[in-house]
């Protein structure tokens, strides 16, 4: 998957998080290994992008393994990755020897319960 946005979206508070606005809700079911992308112009990792609302013995969870963001990466939004159990490996700079661009990550942003 590629991150392609060059701003981050800035949703109405109207909506329940997860159920509503948990884009990618299991992404990865079928795979052992998922790595997400983020490239080019994309700047932020929108809130709730990944989340899920359940704990890992539902099986419906994202099972994103890798998450790579590029240096144009600046903000990381509360709950973008929250309950991806199986995440491990965090790239922070697919550029060798360039600084990581991040300069926020919200609240919960990788969470687990």
């Not at 890798?66 to 973008?80: C, D, G, M, N, R």
């Not at 199986?86 to 922070?92: F, G, N, P």
Request: aromatic letters at 12%; hydrophobic letters at 35%.
């Amino acid at each position: 998957m590629r991150g392609a946005g060059d701003q981050c979206m800035h949703p109405s508070r109207s909506y329940e998080p997860y159920q509503d606005y948990s884009i990618f809700l299991g992404a990865g079911q079928n795979s052992t290994e998922f790595e997400v992308v983020f490239q080019g112009k994309a700047t932020c990792v929108p809130e709730y992008l990944f989340a899920t609302p359940v704990d890992k013995t539902d099986n419906t969870y994202a099972k994103i393994t890798k998450v790579t963001l590029s240096p144009s990466i600046k903000e990381i939004q509360a709950y973008a990755f929250a309950n991806c159990h199986a995440l491990k490996d965090i790239v922070w700079s697919n550029v060798e020897g360039a600084a990581s661009g991040v300069t926020n990550i919200g609240i919960n942003a990788f969470r687990n319960d």
